[in-house]
């Protein structure tokens, strides 16, 4: 069966969700349709890219994930429909594509040159039925005009030496758990036998954990999460408002010789 | 496949909403369920019916639209299913059926009437179940008691004349978009080759824009929207807090001679 | 259709609910998925369990229900499936299942002790697959190790004599009304022909209604609700924060000689 996720920023309590469903559901009842969230934060293309990021590999290859977070994106952005690690992306060309995959793209197309349809609501009118399009088994070649590259923002970049790690805090979730960009690999590589420090906002701690539950009720854990992603949380209570870090915050690593 | 959606101020932590489900469930595994909302505020009937009119005709005709906003109503509100533009709808008959549609409706009984079922739960104890029935193919006309009528509020209505339009604003959206009840079919009739001014709040403004990205950010954008009515907003910001407008607030559009 | 629900603490704005669901259609795509609640207070066992009691035994028997409440636990609390009242539930052992029936559990298998996965997400990695298999018709005894019993935790009791009845409540709904744990079964044995006095915070009544709307607007109700406990709210308002009373607030009922 074909999936077609959602990803918005509409939130829940107006029709706009729900027209985008009506819509796939009118033009193809046989499409199973999974929220992925539509609680991102208005506009917010970092946190909609993380989301996305972390979760479009576990759907079957071939899922069809439409985007609708800053859907009309600024003036002169493209609707776009993107092959990406073997997963289909239809939204707008407002740089988030270009946060979720270092592969390069499979195909690439404009949505909506030809037959323009003219709309503030390019989730229902535009990505929707090219997201249906996509998830009926039409070639994605076939949705508009090839184009050769979409936009890629530079996102925060590890610092990575022998002697330090130095990353940021990309998420903060409900928990206020603190998911940092500091790759396990990374890590792995640079840590071997070495005593080192975990450093963020006044804190330091010398040890990271396995689990959330190593760590006392209200202390500190620190853990290669399940995205291989440094985390940083206070265990059953929340890490951002008690270590008042957020989203951008600095962590270090550093190791000793 | 059969659709039923559902449409409550039931929230999402609690067990009412999975209630419905599971009992919709359990007599038709077969019917597909499609959220509209479960986010309307308490009992607020000017909120659902504004979602409700603004997506129901994109569900496919037959749909069945289980109504659980102010689900109880006063005494004597009865139980009704209706059918209203080859729609079927489910609910207290509180007001909130006589704001969606201005078409006269097709079918309408009252539900519960007969064998009634005495419960503090109508949506899952008396709607659930007509709602799977309509889905299932059963004849409205079998669930219970014909009416004559349900109840109709007078909606706020736009003022219209050769010098100026006066509607209000009816939703304000999540992004804190005012979206008002001046339809686009009233502007086109009356604009013609006239000079304008659109008024709320202390701002006048001599544009309307076709797409919201036609604003500079920070700035007022109007424009009608998907549903054709005219919509206010600041380009990736709220308007409802920084115009200070809200529901029920007045716009006015003046034309000059 | 098998179905599996699900209930979490996990929130709506992040990742990991599509997470679970995209590793349940991965592994059997047949599978339909409902949502119990995700809004569960972070780790709020007496939430979770409020809202799992009083809603699973709506769905079909046969049902798995995937409960991400407080996954990880605390340090030695096992992840297991339970058999019980002919419904399945997979979670972490953190007490929570002992508070949804009093029934003795028909089988009871702690998973992930044989080719243990180390994880940080047990919903994805331990729940979702165990669920899956259960819901394709693997029995439960092939999921795991037999276990003799899981935590039982003792639940606030009403305390029930010929001249009072002492309960607390167990839920503030997102209505802010307050349900007991004092159930019909109790007061009907108990009241018969006797006048009686409901008393809460500073507040004395004589009546239990049978309808929300037999209070006017603004006044108390006192009704036993669909799942047969005492409830009290203020009609069309909010009784919680009118009345000061919360979650293990005490009610009495009071019968006069």
Redesign the interface.
Known sequence: ?A?V?LLTD??????????I???I??IN?GI?I??????????DIA?AA???K??FR???KGTVHLVGVDA????G?AYIAVQLEDHFFVGCDNGLFGLISEKPHQQLVELNAINTV????PE??VFAPAAVKLASGVSITNLGIPMATFKKMIDRQVKATKKQITGTVV?V???GNLITNIPKEVFDTLSKNKVYTVQFGGEKFRKIH?????AEQGECFI????LGLL?IGIY?GNASQLLGLEYDSTVNIIFEE
Chains 1, 2, 3 share one sequence.
């Not at 939130?11 to 729900?18: F, K, L, P, R």
């Not at 009309?72 to 003036?75: F, K, L, Q, S, Y």
């Not at 003219?118 to 609501?121: A, E």
């Open positions: 069966m999936i996720t509409s939130g829940e309590s107006d029709h706009y969700v729900a027209a469903k009506a819509r559901i009118s009842p199973r999974e929220d992925i969230s539509h609680k991102i934060e208005p506009s946190h993380f989301v996305l972390a979760v576990d759907f079957p009309t994106g600024n003036r952005d003219n709309t503030t609501f229902r009118d998420r979730d409900r928990m396995l689990h959330y539950n190593q853990v290669f999460n399940s985390e059953k």
